[in-house]
């Protein structure tokens, strides 16, 4: 369990309640978003964060508003975690104009600078060489903010993150590298596809290297507070491996998943999922009746209902748009 | 609640999805996440849950049948629970809205994407077209674009250039031997012909054959007249506010004002509140709407007709409007005028009332959405205040292209357009 | 307007120190570029001005800067990514088309990245295959990228100064046999504005579109024909995308011939491109087809003597138009 003795801070009952709430509405939206595609609104294609939400909370949990975030196609999670708005979100994955993007970015794009959100990107370790540019140009600006790149293990087989936390390093760029290891690349088991071990390959690079359990926000929290505070005081980068799971296929059409048991996503779902297990820990450590969370699921339901409602009446991007922002 | 279970999207571009088999029969009792159906798409075979527990309803879709993405195949009810008799939301789960373009009469007709394409681009109705198979292929259309174009007689080599001055000058091409690649003819073979025919012996008639400006103008207009479909629309306005504001103009400022200068800065600021107005129809069906106010004037020279370009005529003053009218006039008399005087524009004023013209059907200039005919003011008896009264009278026609335009939204701009002119201090708001 | 004569390479170098002291924001990354002042010598004491922090020698990792330079031009930096040759762009077309090209319109106008990838293109030094090649085509076909490749010292300064400026991703091409060439620029500040081609000689009998270094063989090759009663105009479009088309097709039409040459390859080339342009815009005007020189469709060869057969020249323009104006 999260935060069993030894000597931890004790139980902020208000805090969790917040990560609580904050998980919850990704899981919702998530449900939302599935809902919205099976029933053709959806065009295109989409990643769901489900299983995963403890990485995004728990790390962003510890950001300022002013720092900066690099996505992956798997990320709305991340999105919502850093800020962004319900509706905006609904209307960008539905392809209307009051999307985050204009309906020009879609599911796997989206950004939003006014929460530090430098987009959601479509190749898997191209993001990571971004946020060491926003890690290089915060310190070229002399502000203390830090970049966070969020990827998952498929990332570590491109070379672009190697580049990026070699001059990372070098430079003392203020970057976290979040590895959102889901035991999957796509379609594929990751032992098949990663040799050695991965904080080694962090390690390498003398880069601070650190594993935490993906599953527990607590502790995601606790790790990432520990390396943005350190990267934050010019110590430079480090490497944060959180284990997790995605409960779902690799895109909602991914239904049979040949690739892997449902036993072994049940274990999962059942032992350690991150909602169930930090309500838990809200009843047993915080004496938090469990009515409160009953009754703030069902505020996060009707906020995700009222949103989606409102982003499937708006209106489409008009065709007179497609030729908008080529250029600045 | 009654939960529905659907067909779902399982993929890009997935319109519907085969039902396999059903692993439950109408009425059985179900636990949420028993597998009830098994579906296929053309890349998946996968057994749908049931969303909740409950009993079987009614089966509404049969094995082997397509169903369409996001269609109910049957409903898990509560006890004591009907099946909804008709889905409050089918609106709602109706798939991916299908583009208006796509619901033209057009649509019903079988075709290939390819045929689809090219019978547009050559401005053909599918339906028109007889199909060899089944549905119109690309060879369909061909055929029946070869049916309808009368096979050329076999054109004698030219460079374009050569072309365009034969036609403009009459010359025969099979009549010129070409001094180009296997005979071509080029410009060079064509100087000493280009000077006018000798007169004919009908002593009744002159052939003149115009300059190349004339040509021009008169292709032009021609393809315009015969392709764009115009309508017109007429208001007659009270010129009295517009005459005692070129009048103050004149007292004011040493540059001359005239009246199509005023017109032009009505015009601009009118064409801002109404940009429908300012906008061009494009050949693959959409409407471009332009963000510069470029005003043209048609002006009439010795050889054909020019309209050099105000540009950003509502970013400019009256007495800017005037200068540049002014050196645009002048230039365009003395054949001086610049390339770039005569592009860009974005709407036209015609103005024939110094002739005494009261009224006209001016022909747009492509792609200009429309055009603006100005007749003469006229001094003229007219009720004001339940009095007879003399007023200075003119009459505005507007041409438009009826394919970027309809009769409501340019009766809008035409009366944005009168209140101003009647009224210029309007413009100040 | 008092003018001083300068190298090409002094031209660059005199642009990016301005526009390094008249913003703060302006910084270079690339290999070798600090204290051997890059691998062409046309940047040497550059960094004692500015110090390491703004002129950043990077390891040899051409993506992984490309990307930093994403990241820091989206967060308010304007960096200049030298990548010493352009065959190494290669390496860099991830960020440049899938990250650079396209964050504005997938963000909906939100997000620009103002970044120069300034290289280099042209044959002639025997370099061989793998450091001869001019690849700007392959960013041409880029929307959302814009793409240079200035003539001479005076464009190559006020067009990379408006490069540096303009807030969009800028691929900045130049040859690099023209560094040591010299030519006139005004002693006082200028910009020479990005899309506007420039007529570098006037005539009536044919058009010869030229970019880069061809610009001078097709002058040179204007001399000739002027000795042959041809008056040959010569244009250089000087950004190859977006092009001024207004310009070419004007001239085309008065000349009734266009030729155009580019040290790309032809197949699939700029020179496809812009004599599609020509014979689009200007084909009722013209009396001839329009031709196309580019470099041959071979990789470079090393041998001197195979080397300069592969480039257009001014003997096999003069010939060529020679036969356009019917006088071969």
Redesign the interface.
Known sequence: MANEGNGGPPPDAEAWLELYERMFRIRCFEEKANDL?????????THLYIGEEAVAVGVCSVLRPDDYITSTHRGHGHCLAKGADLYHMFAELLGRADGYCRGKGGSMHIADQDTGNLGANGIVGGSTSIAAGAGLSAKLRGTDQVAVAFFGDGALGQGQLYESMNMARLWRLPVLYVCENNLYGEYTPNDQTIAGEILDRARAFDIAAQEVDGQNVLAVQQAAQHLVDRARAGQGPAFLQCTTYRYRGHH??D??RPYRSPEEERAWEQNRDPLRNLRQDLTAQTRTDPAVMDQLEGQVQTEIEDAADQA?AAAAPP??EVGLHVYA | MAHDI?M?????NQDTGTLVRWLKAAGDPVAQGDPVIEIATD????ELEAPAAGRLSTLLAAEGAEVP??QAMAYILAEGEEMPSKDPETG?????DPSPAALSPDSRVEASPVARRLAASHGLNLSDIPAAGGRIGRQDVEAHLARQTPSASRNPLA??????MARAASVDLAQVSG??PEGAV???DLEDRTSPPPARATPATDTIVPSPKWQVMAQRLAECWRTVPHFHLSRTADATQLQAWRQACREKYDQRVTVTDLLVKILAASLREHPALNASWQEEG????HQEVNIGLAVAVADGLLVPVIRQADHRSVTEIAVERERLVTAAQADTLA?ADLEGGTFTVTNLGMFGVERMNPIIKPPEAAILGVGAIKEQVTPVEGQPAIRPLMDLTLGCDHRALEGATVSRFLQTFVSYLEAPLLLLD | MSMRRISFGDAIREAIDEEMARDSQVFMIGEDIGAAGSVFKIFTGLQDTYGPERIIDSPISEAGIAGIGVGAAITGMRPIVDIMFGDFTTMVMDQMVNQAAKTHYMSGGKLTVPMVLRTTMGAGRASAAQHSQSLHAWLSHVPGVKVVAPSTPRDAKGLLKSAIRDDNPVAFFEDKMMYAWPGEVPDTEYLIPLGKGDIKREGQDITIVATSSMVHESLSAAETLASLGIAAEVVDPRTVSPLDTELLI?SARKT?RALVVDEGCQQYGVTGEIASVIADGA??????PVKRMGAMDVPVPFAPSLETVTIPDAAGIVEMAKSLC?KA
């Open positions: 595609y099976v029933r053709g609104h959806m065009p295109g294609i909602v059409g239904v049979d499937l065709a007179t | 659907i779902p999207m399982l993929g890009m890349k998946i075979t996968v993405v996001g709602a789960l109706s798939p991916l460079s374009p250039k050569a072309r365009r001094s180009g080029l410009a060079a959409a409407i471009l709407r390339m | 004007a009734s084909f009722y005007y013209l009396d001839a019917g």
